[in-house]
């Protein structure tokens, strides 16, 4: 049964365990003819990304974990002129080290960069699902297995179908159909604080209200005069803010390409 990856990316906590641990495994060790030893420094066949979004104070950070897709569609296994790529029955797909000739088309091909180039062995190296462990024993490559928030899993496809549907894959125009689910990957966001600057007080429970081609979100701002809209489209957007006591204040295209931070808004008294 072919088997997937699934990362909840609310529950990753930035550890980089999973990295250090892919890193622990594979460099300096063999594991012919699963893959030779990954180098030290230049490659990550599991990596960690930091994701930095909007601008101080409205600043959140999400993580992201990346490896091999193991692809349904893979690139590599198309390009590959030496038949070097062998699908697993598990799905998993191995380069095989003693195939490979080093001409780097897997390289260009692989839409998710999860292919690497060792030019001291001149062959290709790439993530292998820890199936050298699998092979003998171990239930969970070592990426999941060091996790501790359970942001990562592994199982058979069958049995996380709960996870899977409604989940995202990355670049899903590629077509390559990568066997990595991922859920709760946040949105864009628009934010600010309100606030009187003739009182120098902040705003409490001033009216926001977001519109995007008719769909509407609302909130409130707290106690801190501060309002967040989270886990939005990319799209553009007008938003309304009004309290009892002040005039309206209106902004225009605001484009969510980037999260927003709008700062400090004051709303002038009536």
């Given at each position: ?86 699908r697993r029955e598990d799905g998993l797909i191995i380069l ?51 996790c501790p928030t359970d942001a990562l899993s592994f199982g ?115």
């Amino acid at each position: 049964m072919a088997k997937v990856f699934t990362v909840d990316v609310a529950r990753c906590s930035g550890c980089y365990n999973c990295q250090l641990a892919c890193k622990d495994e594979h460099v300096g060790n063999d594991w012919s003819p699963y893959a030779k030893p990954q180098p030290q420094i230049g490659q990550f066949w599991c990596r960690l990304e930091e994701h930095v979004q909007g601008t101080i104070p409205k600043v959140k950070i999400h993580y992201i974990t990346k490896m091999c897709a193991h692809c349904r569609n893979a690139a590599c296994m198309a390009v590959c002129p030496e038949d070097a790529f062998e699908r697993r029955e598990d799905g998993l797909i191995i380069l095989r080290p003693d195939k490979c000739s080093g001409c780097k088309k897997c390289v260009d091909a692989c839409p998710y960069g999860a292919i690497f180039f060792n030019p001291e062995l001149n062959i290709a190296q790439k993530c292998t699902g820890c199936a050298h462990l699998l092979d003998n024993g171990a239930k969970l490559p070592r990426c999941v297995e060091a996790c501790p928030t359970d942001a990562l899993s592994f199982g058979e496809e069958d049995e996380m179908q709960d996870f899977i549907e409604g989940a995202d894959i990355l670049k899903p125009e590629t077509g390559a159909s990568p066997r990595v689910y991922y859920r709760n990957i946040p949105g864009k966001f628009i934010a600010g604080t309100v606030y009187d600057p003739v009182e120098k007080e902040v705003v409490i429970g001033a009216k926001c209200r977001l519109n995007c081609g008719g769909k509407l979100w609302e909130a409130v701002t707290d106690n801190y005069g501060d309002f967040w809209f989270k886990d939005l489209p990319v799209g553009v957007f007008e938003l309304v803010i009004e309290m009892k006591g002040y005039k309206y204040k209106v902004f225009h295209e605001l484009r969510s390409k980037d999260c927003v931070n709008l700062g400090d808004i004051p709303l002038e008294k009536e």
